[in-house]
Structures are given as C-alpha cells and as structure tokens.
C-alpha cells in the first residue's frame, strides 16, 4: 500500500501565496512522475504540473511563470509553489505519484492523493 499526504491548502487573497507539499510513503521503491491535478465540480480535471525523478517539469499553460513544481527523492516529496494566485485557481488539487513498487519488477501504479482545496478569493 502507498499513501499521499498532502498539506498547504487553504483561503488566500488573490496575489497571495501557497505552498502545497504532498508526500508518499508505503511500500516504494522509488517514483516516476510526481505531479498536481485539480479540478472543481462541473469542470474537466486539469494537470496543473508534473516532474520526473530526474526533475524534468511541466505545466499548463494557465500557470506557467506562476507555479514552481519540485521533489525531494529523499522524502519522496513533491512541492507545488503557487505565487500571484487568482480567482480562477480555486480548485480541489490532487497529488499523484507514480510508483515503483520493487527492485525486480519495472512496473509501476498509480497513487492519488485525497485532494486539498485552495481558495483564492477576489
């Protein structure tokens, strides 16, 4: 079993700040891609940015030069800095991982978070 625990959510005005952290446990032998999702109801779920293990990052178009996405391997940890949040950011954002589960098989699966709101108020 692996599980994600996510902090940092909460109300912020808009131009505000927030620092999402998520961190994996279990039985992990190391993780592929890392990455946030969010989504609100009624709306399709959007990936916001992801990282590989080598810190390769991406992110969608609507956050670029406003989010930072980044890990520590060590704690098997991704971090999602938000700066100049605006309204439209409002939204449940879920963690995702893809783990790798043992040393002799290369196969992996894919872990979610329990989902953490953000608020951004105008």
Request: net charge positive.
């Amino acid at each position: 079993q692996v599980q994600l625990v996510e902090s940092g959510g909460g109300l912020v005005q808009a131009g505000g700040s927030l620092r999402l952290s998520c961190a994996a446990s279990g039985s992990i032998f190391s993780i592929d891609a890392m990455g946030w999702y969010r989504q609100d109801p009624g709306k399709q779920r959007e990936l916001v940015a992801d990282i590989t293990s080598a810190g390769s990052t991406n992110y969608a178009d609507s956050v670029k030069g406003r989010f930072t996405i980044s890990r520590d391997n060590a704690k098997n940890t991704v971090y999602l800095q938000m700066n100049s949040l605006k309204p439209e950011d409002t939204a449940v954002y879920v963690c995702k991982a893809d783990v790798r589960g043992s040393s002799w098989h290369r196969g992996t699966f894919l872990y979610w978070g329990q989902g953490t709101q953000v608020t951004v108020s105008s």
